[in-house]
């Protein structure tokens, strides 16, 4: 039986990754109106983006194509899943289609993403050849390594991923529950703080004089 890592197939569409890059932090850099005309990817110009309106409701028409490599993809699989692998009724990173959220960071034409985009994708061709033509325990070997490494640039990389993985994953329905994060939910009613909380906050009360 093959130990080869499973073929990574896109799990999210163009309105929803972008969606989720706001949600993860770049609202900031699309809401400043900054316009930026990335390097030439692959033969293909990254074009201009959204500017101060971002036009989600037609994801087709992003003014930027996407530009990772089905091996940047797999590897970005291979990573997400190796920081969040699936846990109990948790789902793994990469089922949610957090690589196509990585794809979508690091394709995207504003500064922060400009920024990024080198060493996310320098990482992921540094680490592809060890990932994907490595057997499981060689693959698991060579993902530990970078998780202790320290050197700056692998550092760097693994930083940067690991953020961008945990805070996209964490922003997804999937996580909230992970989490046990129930906001955005109505109830009918509030029973207010339970008698440890208030118990707590009597001690500290008394404490502080209050």
Do not use: C
Not at 60 to 82: H, V
Not at 121 to 134: D, E, I, K, W
Not at 175 to 200: C, L
């Amino acid at each position: 039986m093959s130990d080869a890592p499973e073929p990574y197939v896109s799990k999210i569409d163009r309105r929803t990754a972008l969606a989720w890059i706001g949600v993860v932090g770049a609202a900031t850099a699309v809401g400043a109106g900054v316009v930026v005309y990335g390097p030439k990817m692959g033969g293909e110009r990254i074009t201009r983006g959204y500017g101060t309106d971002p036009k989600l409701a037609k994801p087709e028409k992003a003014p930027w194509s996407r530009i990772m490599i089905p091996a940047q993809l797999q590897t970005a699989a291979i990573l997400a899943d190796f920081i969040l692998p699936a846990s109990g009724g948790a789902p793994s990173a990469s089922s949610l289609g957090v690589p196509d959220f990585i794809d979508e960071w690091v394709s995207a034409p504003y500064p922060d993403q400009l920024k990024d985009r080198p060493v996310v994708l320098n990482g992921l061709n540094g680490l592809s050849t060890h990932v994907l033509q490595a057997g499981a325990s060689a693959r698991a070997a060579a993902l530990s390594a970078l998780q202790a490494s320290k050197d700056p640039v692998a550092h760097a990389f693994w930083k940067k991923f690991r953020r961008l993985t945990i805070g996209a994953y964490y922003t997804t329905p999937e996580g909230f529950k992970d989490i046990g994060y129930i906001g955005n939910v109505a109830r009918a009613s509030d029973p207010g703080p339970s008698a440890e909380v208030k118990a707590v906050l009597e001690r500290e009360f008394k404490r502080l004089g209050i």
